[in-house]
């Protein structure tokens, strides 16, 4: 049948959306009520709706043609929802959009938009009217759909609306906002054989990856799934830059072959092969003792002011800062003594650590302990800001996502 010329050049899909900042990410907020009928399910329809928002595939790298910044901070988007869990306020369902990539990793959470949920919601009222004070602060219990964890978002309000602006910095931030302290309880996976925080059993496990050598690695999910390894093994004192790493395309696929090996041993693929349609999760990263170095804005960070230096790579990227999720990996893995990460910060029981990232630094804590012999998290703290950047409605070619 003849597709008419009306049918095929029909006006734009017009959906109600808000693009927010949440810590050092950006992504496109819609609540679930706001999608058309084709995409509140989940399914190829909705990833094609949600590719075409962002700008997704892009063989330019670029996005020019959607919402998306062409960087894995910028390539996201969220879905918000009432929450169908008891003793919560809302679901929050996060997709991880690669910029050349045609599909969506739904596999992980990210922390930096954790802290934009609760504004979001309670924005849109979602959120009921009486958990929300006029002034003060509005605790929102947020279901994190992606992992099945709770995370608890403590929003400042002030004369019935959420406060935006302040005086909390935030290092990879360029302007000071608000505080926002978010609470990601029980962060560890809990897996299919009752769990555990560190899947193979073992604080370190050996990393044998064909063609690149043998990594010490502590493989631990809390978070996040996490790769951590020791910067010097890769030949890294820890204190470099996204140029250094980004523009070494041989070092990102030593990263990468890492990553896969990784991703195999702690069970969450079967073949390295599988690795590429995963790129969310694990993360991996690299840590080091403390050194003195200059951060991206040209800040000078001291290495008496820090626990220890870390990097990370996200979507095959180092990133300009530190994901939220792999900044509770990090509070986690530092907890425990014996770990690749708790080593570089020097040993001991640490309840919390200030680390250096490429932006500046970053504190977060984490409360764990050894249960029958096992290792649990129970909570990991950390302190985010976000804001509205600009609401309204995304529009998007009716043609080129499925019909309504």
């Known amino acids: 049948m003849t597709t008419s010329h009306s049918q095929r050049h029909a006006p734009q899909l017009r959906v109600p ?9 950006k992504g496109v907020f819609f609540t679930l009520d706001d999608l058309p009928d084709f995409a509140r399910a989940p399914g190829k329809p909705r990833d094609a709706l949600l590719l075409r928002v962002i700008g997704s595939p892009d063989p330019y790298g670029k996005q020019t043609d959607g919402m998306g910044g062409a960087t894995s901070s910028t390539s996201k988007v969220v879905i918000i929802a009432k929450s169908a869990v008891p003793g919560h306020d809302v679901d929050y369902l996060y997709g991880q959009v690669p910029i050349e990539g045609d599909f969506i ?8 938009l954790s802290s934009a949920v609760g504004p979001f919601a309670i ?9 929300v004070p006029r002034t003060g602060i509005a605790t929102v219990r947020i279901w994190q759909a992606n992992i099945g964890k709770t995370i608890v978002a403590h929003v400042p309000m002030t004369e019935g609306e959420v406060q935006e602006t302040g005086d909390f910095e935030l290092d990879g931030v360029t302007f000071p906002a608000a505080e926002i302290a ?7 996976d809990e897996g299919e054989d009752g769990g555990a925080m560190f899947p193979t059993g073992n604080l370190t496990d050996e990393l044998d990856v064909p063609g690149v050598g043998a ?13 951590f390894v020791d910067a010097a093994a890769l030949g890294f004192d820890g204190t470099e830059l996204q140029p250094a790493i980004n523009a070494d395309k041989a070092m990102l696929a030593r990263l990468e072959a890492i990553r896969a090996v ?3 041993r702690m069970g969450l693929i079967h073949d390295v092969s599988e690795a590429a349609a995963r790129p969310l999760t694990p993360k991996i990263a690299f840590v080091a003792p403390p050194k003195d170095y200059v951060s991206s804005s040209g800040k000078g960070i001291d290495a008496t002011g820090i626990d220890l230096n870390a990097r990370a790579i996200s979507m095959g990227k180092l990133h300009h800062a530190m994901m939220g999720t792999a900044s509770v990996a990090i509070a986690t893995a530092a907890a425990v003594p014996g770990t690749v990460v708790n080593t570089a910060a020097g040993g001991g029981s640490r309840g919390a ?4 990232h490429p932006s500046g630094t970053m504190r977060v804590g984490a409360d764990v302990a050894q249960v029958d012999g096992q290792w649990v998290a129970t909570k990991a703290v950390m302190s985010r800001s976000a804001r509205v950047l600009m609401e309204g409605v995304v529009r998007v070619p009716r043609g080129q996502v499925a019909a309504d």
């Open 262 to 264: 990784g991703a195999v």
């Open 123 to 131: 924005a849109n009222g979602l959120v009921d009217a009486d958990r």
């Open 215 to 227: 990594f010490r690695a502590t493989l631990i999910n809390a978070g996040v799934p996490m790769v």
């Open 105 to 112: 990793d739904w596999s992980g959470n990210c922390g930096n």
């Open 353 to 356: 650590v200030r680390f250096g």
């Open 182 to 188: 978010l609470e990601f309880l029980d962060p560890a």
């Open 17 to 25: 959306a808000t693009y927010m900042r949440g810590g050092t990410s």
